[in-house]
């Protein structure tokens, strides 16, 4: 079974900082990997997702991850941060074939500094 | 605005209490995934559906139930409630391995 850690329960940066949030993942093939975001008292929304190919991948809102399969890692990068970026951010990775359920990590909350 | 629409947004049911969450899908989608949100956790996967099908299921006891309509909504229903029920729970629907859309989440209080 696949399952993701999120190392960093909080994440505090300065406005216009860069941002790396990490993301570990175990599973025994290459799998789907997905960064959502959830704003306070909101639903998750895609950032990005990570199927095959390029292993860097351009997500919405200037956000990027990189897939790196020797570490096992997909971590999350921003070059500068916006207030509005603070909110809850999660790592998920999801089977290939199957019901292709994808198994979420712990998140991690981004602070944000003026 | 995702197109997946939760009722209630808000609920409070006593222990022991039954509820019944819906989750109307974004047109076309014929996949739906529960998932339980606990306060500061991920979301916790407890089943999926399939063209009205059960089709996965996480680690979540028989008194977690559901059912998808052939409009493709669905229904979350809860027996017995308990005090560790407390969670926001999430639908999301999708077709095929495409990009799951997520509702807007139900906040479930039992007391």
């Known amino acids: 079974a696949q399952s993701v850690t999120q190392p960093d329960i909080h994440i505090t940066v300065s406005e216009g900082a860069s941002l790396e949030l990490r993301c570990n993942y175990s599973y025994g093939a290459t799998p789907y990997l997905f960064w959502y975001v959830q704003s306070p008292g909101q639903g998750l929304q895609l950032l990005l997702k990570y199927f095959s190919g390029d292993t860097l991948v351009q997500g919405i809102k200037g956000f990027e991850a990189e897939f790196k399969r020797s570490q096992s890692s997909f971590n999350l990068r921003k070059p500068s941060v916006h207030w509005s970026d603070a909110a809850e951010y999660f790592c998920a990775v999801g089977a290939r074939g199957g019901s292709y359920i994808p198994t979420f990590g712990r998140g991690t909350s981004l602070i944000v500094h003026p | 605005e995702t197109g997946v629409t939760q009722s209630p947004t808000h609920l409070i049911k006593t222990r022991g209490q039954q509820v019944t969450l819906r989750c109307s899908s974004q047109?076309?989608?014929?996949?739906v995934s529960w998932y339980q949100q606990a306060l500061g956790q991920g979301p916790q996967f407890i089943f999926q559906y399939y063209r009205e099908e059960e089709n996965g299921r996480g680690n979540f006891p028989p008194r977690f139930s559901g059912l998808q309509f052939p409009n493709y909504s669905s229904e979350l229903n809860v027996n017995a409630l308990e005090l560790d029920d407390s969670a926001l729970y999430l639908c999301?629907?999708?077709?095929?391995?495409?990009?799951?859309?997520f509702g807007q989440g139900t906040r479930l209080t039992v007391v």
């Open positions: 047109s076309g989608h014929n996949t």
């Open positions: 999301a629907s999708r077709i095929g391995q495409g990009e799951a859309f």
